[in-house]
């Protein structure tokens, strides 16, 4: 019955991605059979040799799928992400980069200028004896050779094209992709444009398996290796940093299971408007002191509040970048 | 043209706000710049409400609460002032000087200290000059 049916258009790209969002699609093992049995793959650069100019030359609305995974940093994620947009009928924000920033928005504490500066002239590792720089074009005797032009801000995919779903985490859950492709492949209802799917809706700490009690009080935060888990009591009761109050669920608590507090790729609930706020309320609301020194004391524990509230959704929260 | 800093703040209920109305009907005179907003307690004061203050285009944000020990709800000043220790934290992170949210304990009989404080925020607020934050997150650069 399913050589009546026309197969399904799938793309999949990267921006500004590590590669395991590719590697998370390809996790689906040997259902990767059932996968391209229902949909043909007509873009995809990790696994194909598909090239820019063939989406190009594609009607517009071609493709019926494209997971888009990473952020958009330099203009060449940006153009991808715009011609994407163009070709799909359903544009999908795959894995925490594109839905949030993700780990590469953390360039947002720095500057284009300084990250160049560091790469090209700082490291212990460098030398460049010449200063030279990426130029964005370079003349050979063949021609003009081009670059991207790499950007000062990172930005999530829907800060730069409309996005119909996204999908959370880093990298999603294999089993919730498989889901969000089954309901699409089935022609299942799908939820509102804009929604998250694959993830759901309450926070880690409503479904976490470890024992919790209602006496959360804090007087020193440590580091996961000053700390013998027992395994079984809440990670924040133990004086762990954990971003189980405020990240979704759906990731099948991958982390926790591990032994290991969240560190919130799934994203922030439905309910709060930015990622890091929620979080920095609920934990500052646990520490068991009262006076501004002794605060302070205990907050010296938190090194990097920024980084760490905003792990992967800097570029998508009320303050996008380090002000400079 | 001279700068007349917006500034948000934050008032509980029971005593801040009551304090600011005791300023206002003691006909005191106080800076025009700040828009207070009446909260249940400074517990309720969510740091999103301070960070969107901030993005809307606030240049500094002022927290009033009951002072220690005489919160309405017993702790919310307590979770209120451990919020404020943590967000000064944050925004020194994010290129914000700390100076541009405040933490001060107004009680219902103190309208001359709320118009004081007023004064002298809006005076440090006017001295550090414009919250660059709306300006830089509006710009893709």
Known sequence: MAEQKPKLKMAVYWG?????CCVSVLDVHEALFDVVAAADLVFWPIALDTKYQ????MPDGHIDLTLFNGAVRNSENEHIAKLLRQKSKILVAYGSCSHLGGIPGLANFSTKEDILQRV????????????LRPQQEYEVAEGVLELPE?????????DVV?????MPGCPPQTARLVEVFTAIVTGAELPYPGSVIGAGDKAQCDECSRIKSDKK?????YRPWEVFDDGVTCFLEQGLLCMGPTTRTGCDFRCIQGNAPC??????TPDANDPGTKMMSAIASVIDEREPAAIDKVLEDLVDPAGYFYRYSLPSSYIRRKLS | MEFNPKIMAFLCKWCSYTGADLAGTSRMEYKPNVHPIRVMCSGRIDPTFVIKAFRNGADGVLLCGCHPGDCHYQEGNYKCLRRYHLLKKYIKQMGIE???IKLEWISASEGKQYAELVNSFTQTITELGPCRVNETMEVLT
Not at chain 1, 120 to 131: A, M, Q
Not at chain 1, 263 to 268: E, F, Q, V
């Open chain 2, 98 to 100: 700390t100076e541009r």
């Open chain 1, 217 to 221: 009080k804090i007087k020193k935060f």
């Open chain 1, 150 to 158: 790499f950007y000062n801000d990172v930005r999530a995919l829907a």
């Open chain 1, 162 to 166: 409309k996005v119909d779903y996204f």
């Open chain 1, 54 to 57: 063939d989406v190009e030359e």
């Open chain 1, 16 to 20: 500004a991605a590590c590669g395991g």
């Open chain 1, 120 to 131: 090209y002239h700082d490291t212990e590792s460098t030398t460049n004896p010449g200063n």
């Open chain 1, 263 to 268: 560190r919130g790729c799934y994203g922030p």
